[in-house]
């Protein structure tokens, strides 16, 4: 089988992870804050915090920005659940809105209606690496005066016009889960270029103890007093994914290239196929293609799940469309009757097929071609 997904992985990261263990500094350590200086350099944004995975961090997204009980959040349902969950994890409670369905990305215009007094912040996905609407969706939130949190988990390495995502908001969090562009097998980071959240997302992330392992080490002999000054978590990285993460980083603009050849090669063999529709960039808008999707069109003579079954025999590995959170049985007892018919058609008629670096030529064209052998098949086109 041709895998959907596959991590870049190499004898580089390996050493370096074996160096950091022989190192006898395994914790959240000086790899960690080497780590987070580079990434903050890379995305342009001022701090840098690490932390244990994507979902903590949009979790301490929530508590910093002070979202609690009563309040509201608006977010797409067409995400991973992690983007609606960190809402209820803070107490408060999702609104769900509608994506555009050429770059599956909140609709601003859609946003902008279900804002109400309640309403405190607004959590923008960059859906499989798209970059979202970033500039309409921050004239929204200053209008409203809310706060806008980008969920740039699959978007590490894509940029928005000109600038790289990590920058534009006061609050981004990245996931580096093996799906990801770069990985370090478990693993998030926060940026924002606002000291005082950076101070508060390091303090909340190691219990909230004002003075962690490494800052005792660096004290050297002095006594460095502990206190633990609010409710806080262990959301902490280790320096072993760290040191990964930094070979990772040295990478990702290489891989953010073939990977866009890749989707390159795709469009130009798919958009001849009448019932297709392949990933839309918009102006100023640059993707990493942390996945790529395939929409079939209305009148499509094979199903969507006629698609995966068939390049499923042809050994190619698929994975439905996007999920839409108010569809999980999580969200469907808590929130009955809501209806979002442009996330819910988007969901159910799209398709990820494999894209990853490296990425062998005959492997694109098996791909390619097994999607243009069923369309012939099916039409009885020799």
Not at 177 to 205: A, C, D, Q, W
Request: hydrophobic letters at 40%.
């Amino acid at each position: 089988m041709i895998q959907i997904a596959k991590p870049y992985l190499t004898k580089e990261e390996a050493d370096a992870a074996a160096e950091t263990v022989l190192s006898g500094w395994v914790a959240q350590g000086p790899k960690v804050k080497e780590f987070e200086q580079r990434f903050a350099e890379y995305t342009g944004a001022r701090h840098a915090v690490a932390v244990s995975n994507c979902t903590t961090a949009l979790h301490l997204a929530m508590i910093v920005a002070g979202i609690g009980p009563g309040d509201e959040v608006i977010c797409p349902s067409m995400s991973y659940i992690a983007s609606s969950n960190c809402v209820r994890y803070a107490g408060a409670t999702p609104v769900f809105a509608e994506i555009r369905p050429d770059d599956f990305n909140l609709d601003p215009d859609d946003v902008r209606k279900r804002i109400t007094g309640k309403t405190k912040a607004v959590i923008a996905v960059h859906q499989i690496g798209m970059p979202a609407a970033i500039d309409e969706l921050k004239r929204m939130c200053n209008e409203h005066g809310l706060k806008l949190i980008e969920d740039a988990a699959c978007a590490a390495g894509s940029s928005y016009k000109g600038r790289k995502i990590g920058c534009h908001s006061e609050i981004v969090c990245f996931s580096f889960h093996p799906r990801k562009v770069i990985t370090t097998g478990e693993g998030g980071m926060i940026t924002t270029s606002n000291e005082e959240l950076s101070e508060k997302f390091r303090l909340l992330r190691q219990h909230a103890m004002n003075a962690g392992g490494y800052d005792r080490h660096l004290s050297g002999a002095g006594v460095l007093p502990e206190e633990h000054t609010e409710l806080g978590y262990n959301y902490r990285m280790t320096d072993m994914q760290a040191a990964i993460g930094i070979r990772q980083l040295e990478k990702l603009d290489m891989i953010v290239k073939e990977r866009r050849n890749i989707a390159e090669f795709y469009n130009r063999r798919f958009e001849k196929i009448e019932w297709l529709k392949v990933p839309v960039e918009k102006e100023g808008c640059i993707s990493n293609y942390q996945s790529y999707a395939l929409t079939l069109l209305s009148g499509s003579p094979v199903s969507r799940d006629e698609l995966i079954s068939l390049l499923g025999s042809e050994g190619i590995s698929t994975r439905k469309g996007i999920m839409t959170a108010h569809r999980e049985k999580a969200y469907r007892d808590l929130m009955p009757g809501i209806s979002l018919p442009v996330s819910e058609s988007a969901s159910d008629n799209s398709i990820l097929i494999p894209l990853y670096y490296p990425m062998k030529e005959d492997e694109k064209e098996q791909v390619a071609h097994a999607v243009e052998k069923i369309f012939r098949k099916v039409l009885k086109i020799v």
